[in-house]
């Protein structure tokens, strides 16, 4: 059995984690509010860009010079995963929700013979996917550091993505992310981002909405509205993995707390017994040894 | 007068959405005035001035540094690649990132074209900057 110093020396080093996860707890619920209300403020933009593409890119998308970004190059031979996660660890399985998706996809795509190439933004996924397919690589991008990420960011990745394209280095490219459900629940998910998938009820919007005029020409808007579509993409995906992040932190961290208490108690516990079990074997050896006398 | 709702967004937030009388935006191929019942367009807009006319008076002034509208009769939506309000726009700040943007053409002269005119749209859009924060 310990010794009641081995004991005493264990609570308080268990309290002081205790300390640190709390304090973690509230500093991720914190962020997670302002994270909550920048995805939240975002949104408006993605939703009116999303009804403009539907309607531009239904009166563009079956003529045959259409451009790259809206229908791809044709090809289904190379793959472009855009994988993103946090900078930063100790938030429960987040990361690794990720990385486990994207090695999984990276596993498939290439059973079937096909090419991939990874970008990852978020130093962990970077870190987690190194080490399997260090030669995939095409970049990486990481914000560790930074209070907040801005649209500015995203755009620079996009950037990259269409730089890439243009090079035609990739035929087909997805974005891997966790995206934000609630506060405990981040769910990983795969979106495709080139070719453009057209929004939902874009047929139907090739109706009243094809009456509109377009100045300069459609394929001239489109060319300018595609690579920023693209931006918003990533952006959003980037705010909700934040989003998600300190989600995930706040549960892990709350279980943290919770654990440490439980392993405190019980610490606790066996230290009284100890004592109690010292105390009375030093009275049975005073007893006895007077009985002696 | 009759109104209509001119909604403007940028990637990072809503930053207007009410019912005004006129827009006047800065579309591509010149300004363009917007009335209510305007015909139903898209436009691509470049770096300028947003003026909003609400109650007979002007009431508000936005610099955007490009963007697209979509136009309706009842609506305007503005989607605006930055957009700030003239009387918050720095001078300062807006030379410096003119002097950056013009850099970047520099380095851009050699690219292909849709890299390049993106450059000088850049520049463009923040030497408008500069020259309505002057004014302001």
Excluded: W
């Amino acid at each position: 059995m310990a010794s009641l110093k081995d004991l005493r020396g264990r609570i308080n080093s268990v309290k002081s984690t205790r300390k640190i996860t709390q304090a973690m707890k509230m500093v991720a619920a914190a962020k997670l509010r302002r994270a909550q209300a920048q995805a939240e403020a975002a949104r408006p933009y993605a939703q009116r860009m999303e009804a403009i593409l539907a309607s531009l890119g239904a009166a563009v998308a079956s003529s045959p010079d259409a451009p790259r970004m809206l229908v791809g190059s044709g090809g289904d031979k190379v793959h472009l995963l855009v994988v993103v996660t946090a900078d930063r660890g100790l938030a429960g399985p987040f990361n690794t929700q990720v990385g486990r998706l994207a090695r999984a996809r990276i596993r498939a795509l290439e059973a079937e013979g096909k090419q991939v190439k990874l970008l990852t933004v978020g130093r962990k996924g970077a870190t987690f996917l190194k080490r399997e397919f260090a030669s995939r690589f095409v970049g990486e991008v990481t914000y560790a550091g930074r209070k907040r990420i801005e649209f500015a960011d995203a755009e620079a990745v996009a950037m990259q993505v269409a730089g890439l394209l243009e090079e035609g280095a990739f035929d087909v490219c997805s974005l891997i992310y966790n995206r934000f459900r609630n506060v405990i629940s981040q769910i990983p998910t795969e979106q495709r981002l080139i070719p453009t998938p057209l929004p939902e009820g874009a047929v139907e919007a090739v109706g009243p909405q094809a009456l509109y005029e377009y100045e300069p020409a459609e394929d001239q808007i489109l060319a300018t509205l595609l690579p920023r579509n693209l931006a918003i993409q990533i952006y959003r995906a980037i705010l909700e993995s934040t989003a998600g992040e300190h989600g995930a932190r706040m549960t892990a961290m709350d279980n943290a707390t919770r654990n440490a208490g439980e392993m405190i108690n019980k610490l606790t516990l066996n230290y009284n017994r100890t004592r109690q079990a010292n105390i009375t074997r030093e009275l049975i050896e005073i007893i006895s040894g007077a009985e002696a006398v | 007068m009759a109104t209509f709702l001119l909604e403007l967004v940028s990637p990072e937030k809503l930053l207007l959405s009410r019912q005004v009388e006129m827009a006047t935006i800065p579309a591509e191929e010149g300004e363009m005035g917007v009335l209510p019942g305007h015909s139903p367009m898209i436009v691509a807009l470049r770096g300028g001035v947003i003026r909003v006319r609400e109650n007979g008076a002007e009431t508000e002034k936005l610099f955007i540094a490009g963007g697209f509208a979509e136009v309706s009769p009842e609506r305007v939506t503005i989607l605006a690649d930055e957009a700030t309000p003239l009387a918050n726009l720095s001078r300062t700040a807006s030379e410096r990132r003119l002097a950056e943007a013009e850099a970047a053409l520099q380095e851009a002269v050699s690219e292909p074209e849709p890299k390049r005119d993106a450059a000088y749209a850049r520049v463009q859009a923040l030497r408008t900057a500069v020259s309505v924060a002057e004014a302001a």
